[in-house]
């Protein structure tokens, strides 16, 4: 197993003004499953074919161990890939396809049904190894695709969103099966979503990257709970956080007819008259008093249920988002007020967007 470093690296197109990819500094440790997340365009499977050598690095190296690999041919750097296609030989069975890549290599018949089998088992394949790909539902097909790459016993995986062709159901059983296989082998994984639950979900550590830029890098946890600008506040987490700029009053924010306190030494950061203030949906409550709230509509999900309201601040209309009681919560049509929980406010500079608590 190794680890995999990037160095500065940028990836800029023939013929463009921006890099896809700006001197990307990233370390993924031995072992370690790494997610890459982000909208759509901000370099994340640009960085994975990058690493995968799909992508010509024009600036910076990479690193896979203490090996630079920044100008080695792909097969030269014993990676695997899963990409979102499953990208199957349809006239070969599933033991064929998984062990194509070792006959290609030269390895022994023996030894190919020996890998073959040994992956079959760990993805419970064993009964359709005489299969051929049409015959197999698509999550099968992915599981065959993520055969192929483990039999080859690489030093990385680097997954190009697996799952993104699966239905919503088979999409939760298989990142599971994905994320428990991973520790099971240890091998290094670089993993790349554009959905931030698959990412909070599998990842050792969350890699936020956006135009090209890397945002944050932590554990998910420490996304949720500590993001480090406003445009990782408003990414992580489902729903996503409610963010309202806020002006500075004596104490504090004016939150509709409430105060939320702030310390002086965090108001002195702000370089203007007001502040962005972040809240988590769970973390506000319906009050006597706080932020005049619209009521749209609610979700009722079972054991929970989300507010989703409008709210005028300024003069421009907000949504709001609210976790609420499943049973007992507000009505569509209703004006409520809201309040935050104490110390549970993210708060950002309006004009950098950099955290300031």
Do not use: W
Request: hydrophobic letters at 40%; glycine letters at 10%.
């Amino acid at each position: 197993m190794a680890s995999v470093t990037f160095k500065g690296a940028t990836r800029l197109y023939p013929g463009g003004t921006t890099p896809a990819v700006d001197k990307l500094d990233l370390e993924v440790a031995d072992g370690e499953f790494l997610v890459l997340v982000g909208p759509s365009g901000c370099g994340k499977s640009t960085s994975l074919r990058m690493l995968a050598g799909l992508e010509e690095v024009n600036e910076g190296g990479i690193y896979i161990g203490d090996r630079e690999v920044t100008d080695v041919p792909p097969k030269d750097r014993d990676i695997a890939m899963v990409f979102q296609n499953y990208a199957l030989y349809p006239h070969m069975t599933v033991a064929e396809n998984m062990g194509f890549a070792l006959k290609i290599a030269g390895v022994s018949k023996e030894e190919r049904a020996e890998r073959v089998l040994d992956a079959a088992k760990l993805l419970d394949l064993e009964p359709y190894l005489n299969r051929k790909p049409k015959a197999l539902s698509g999550g099968q097909r992915q599981r065959v695709a993520m055969g192929r790459a483990i039999v080859r016993k690489p030093q990385v995986f680097l997954m190009d969103e697996p799952l993104s062709n699966l239905d919503a159901k088979l999409r939760v059983s298989t990142r599971t099966q994905i994320a428990s296989l991973q520790r099971r082998l240890g091998v290094t994984t670089v993993y790349v979503t554009h959905d931030q639950v698959e990412a909070m979900t599998m990842g050792d550590r969350v890699a936020v990257l956006k135009d090209g830029l890397l945002q944050q890098v932590d554990s998910p946890r420490n996304l949720y709970d500590t993001p480090q600008n406003v445009f990782v506040a408003g990414f992580i987490g489902s729903p996503s956080m409610n963010l309202v700029q806020l002006p500075i009053v004596d104490g504090g924010v004016q939150f509709g007819d409430a105060v939320l306190p702030i310390s002086r030494e965090i108001l002195a950061k702000a370089s203007g008259s007001k502040i962005t203030v972040g809240i988590r949906p769970e973390k506000l409550s319906v009050a006597e008093h706080g932020l005049v709230v619209d009521v749209d509509v609610v979700e009722e999900l079972g054991s929970d249920g989300y507010l989703y309201g409008r709210a005028q601040l300024d003069g421009t209309e907000q949504n709001v988002v609210v976790r609420v009681d499943a049973i007992n919560h507000p009505k569509a049509g209703d004006k409520i007020h809201l309040i935050s929980e104490p110390n549970a406010v993210h708060l950002f500079d309006v004009e950098s967007g950099a955290r300031l608590n």
